[in-house]
C-alpha cells in the first residue's frame, strides 16, 4: 500500500519570498509522484511530475520538485512567490501505471501574504 | 490535449432523487477512470475505478449501490448518486488515464448540494 504524508497543513509566507512544501511518501513499489494545485472551487491542476529520469523536476508557474528517494521525499519549492499562487496544493503518488489510482496527501494550504 | 470535462459543474437536487454526473475525455481514449470525492477542506478520496466495458472497482466503504458508475465507452463514465441525502453534498471528481499509464487527467469537479 501506498501513503503521502503533507507535514504540514498551512504555510503562510511573504510575497516574494521563497517556499518549500513538504511531502513524504511510503511504497514497497516504485512510483511515480506527482504535485498538484487547486484554487477555491475547482478542479485539481498539475504543477509537476516525476516518472523516472532526472530527479529534479521542473514544473508551471515556476515551480520544482526534488525526488530523493533514500528519503522517500519529493518536496515542492518556488524561490519567488506570487499573490496568485494561494491555494491548496497536494502531492500524490500512484503505482507505474495509468490504471493504477492516486493516493493524496491531506493538502497543504499556501497563503501568500503581500 | 489531455482535456477532460464533468458536466454539470454544480447541481442541487432534493433529498430522495438520483442525480447523473458525467465525466468526459474529449481528446483521447481513456482506458480507466477514477472518481474521487471531496469534503470541504479535505483532500480527495477514492470512490472508485472502473475500466471501460467492466464493473466499476469500488473502495472499502464506498456504497456501490448507492454509487452507480457506468462505463460504457472510451470517452465516457458516469456516476449516479441514488436516493440523494444531504451527507452525499460533496466535490466529485473525476479523473481518466490512457494506456500508456503514469498520469491522470482530471476534471474541473461537479459541486453537489443535496436539500
Known amino acids: 500500500a501506498q501513503s503521502v504524508t503533507q507535514l504540514d497543513s498551512q504555510v503562510p509566507v511573504f510575497e516574494e519570498a521563497p517556499v518549500e512544501l513538504r511531502c513524504n511518501y511510503s511504497s514497497s513499489v516504485s512510483v511515480y509522484l506527482f504535485w498538484y494545485v487547486q484554487y477555491p472551487n475547482q478542479g485539481l491542476q498539475l504543477l509537476l511530475k516525476?516518472?523516472?529520469?532526472?530527479?529534479l523536476v521542473k514544473g508551471i508557474n515556476g515551480f520544482e520538485a526534488e525526488f530523493n528517494k533514500s528519503q522517500t521525499s519529493f518536496h515542492l519549492r518556488k524561490p519567488s512567490v506570487h499573490i496568485s499562487d494561494t491555494a491548496e496544493y497536494f502531492c500524490a503518488v500512484s503505482g507505474p501505471s495509468g490504471n493504477t489510482p492516486l493516493v493524496f496527501g491531506k493538502g497543504t494550504r499556501l497563503s501568500v501574504i503581500a | 490535449g489531455a482535456v477532460v470535462s464533468q458536466h454539470p459543474s454544480r447541481v442541487i437536487c432534493k433529498s430522495g432523487t438520483s442525480v447523473k454526473i458525467e465525466c468526459r475525455s474529449l481528446?483521447?481514449?481513456?482506458?480507466?477512470m477514477f472518481w474521487y470525492r471531496q469534503f470541504p477542506k479535505q483532500s480527495l478520496m477514492l470512490m472508485a475505478t472502473s475500466n471501460e466495458g467492466s464493473k466499476a472497482t469500488y473502495e472499502q466503504g464506498v456504497e456501490k449501490d448507492k454509487f452507480l458508475i457506468n462505463h460504457a465507452s472510451l470517452t465516457l463514465s458516469t456516476l449516479t448518486v441514488t436516493s440523494a441525502h444531504p451527507e452525499d453534498s460533496s466535490f466529485y471528481i473525476c479523473?481518466?488515464?490512457?494506456?500508456?499509464?503514469?498520469?491522470?487527467?482530471f476534471g474541473p469537479g461537479t459541486r453537489l448540494t443535496v436539500t
Open positions: 479523473s481518466a488515464s490512457h494506456r500508456s499509464g503514469g498520469e491522470q487527467y
Open positions: 516525476y516518472l523516472s529520469g532526472s530527479t
Open positions: 481528446d483521447f481514449q481513456a482506458t480507466t
